[in-house]
């Protein structure tokens, strides 16, 4: 258990659908993260959050959109996605967004396809 | 904007040692980092280093930066079936972000 637990853990959706990624961590830290990682690209920033409000949006899609309702949980909402939105979404957290000594706990991720 | 390259695969017998190579381009990079991920599981930090050192080392594994080239390295001693996993060289700079490079797959023959 790695304290960062994401779920559902697959998702299989079809375009026209919305769903709901989930994040949930009670490690007490403060900042939050959404990561894409497509097969043989390099992980994907997606979205930052830090003490619940966005500090980050990387030039995403706005069929995402990342929801924060307190430091200890993340979503990710879905709608209308497109076939290459399929991929390994993971979800990270660190203690404070100004310490990268401390490295990122991720979650296991959710295995997204777009049929 | 910040590029960070791995070699896709490794492969390496059991008790042999792995060196998995990254370079980078960024060369204000504050921090770098070795990550392993295994199937099923998400990215677990295994060691960083600062820029402003040239070595660490922490049990089996032995990282090395040489910042001239804008090289880093992982070396893992003693390689173990257990060992088989993606690791991903990543570099950080402004304290928002992480860069990763496209993960390196070490598979581990018995």
């Known amino acids: 258990e790695t304290g960062v637990t994401q779920t559902p853990r697959h998702l299989v959706m079809g375009m026209t659908n919305k769903k709901s990624l989930k994040c949930e961590q009670h490690?007490?830290?403060?900042?939050m993260y959404w990561y894409k990682q497509s097969a043989k690209k390099p992980l994907e920033l997606m979205f930052v959050?830090?003490?619940?409000?966005?500090?980050e949006n990387n030039s995403v899609p706005s069929r995402f959109s990342p929801e924060c309702p307190n430091s200890s949980h993340l979503f990710l909402h879905l709608h209308t996605l497109q076939p290459e939105d399929s991929a390994l979404y993971l979800c990270?957290?660190?203690?404070?967004?100004?310490?990268?000594?401390?490295?990122?706990?991720f979650g296991s991720g959710t295995r997204l396809t777009v049929v | 904007g910040e590029d960070v390259e791995q070699s896709l695969f490794l492969s390496v017998r059991e008790g042999d040692s792995s060196v998995i190579n990254c370079t980078y381009t960024d060369s204000s990079s504050t921090y770098l980092y070795w990550y392993k991920q295994e199937p099923g599981a998400g990215l677990q930090l295994l060691t960083y280093?600062?820029?402003?050192?040239d070595m660490k080392q922490d049990q089996r594994l032995t990282v090395l930066l040489n910042k001239k080239d804008k090289h880093l390295s992982l070396r893992i001693a003693d390689t173990q079936t257990g060992d088989s996993a993606i690791y991903f060289c990543a570099e950080s700079k402004n304290f928002n972000k992480f860069y990763f490079g496209s993960g390196t797959k070490l598979n581990v023959k018995p």
């Open positions: 280093i600062f820029s402003n050192m």
């Open positions: 959050y830090s003490l619940e409000e966005r500090v």
């Open positions: 990270a957290s660190s203690q404070e967004l100004g310490r990268p000594g401390d490295g990122y706990t």
């Open positions: 490690l007490g830290h403060n900042a």
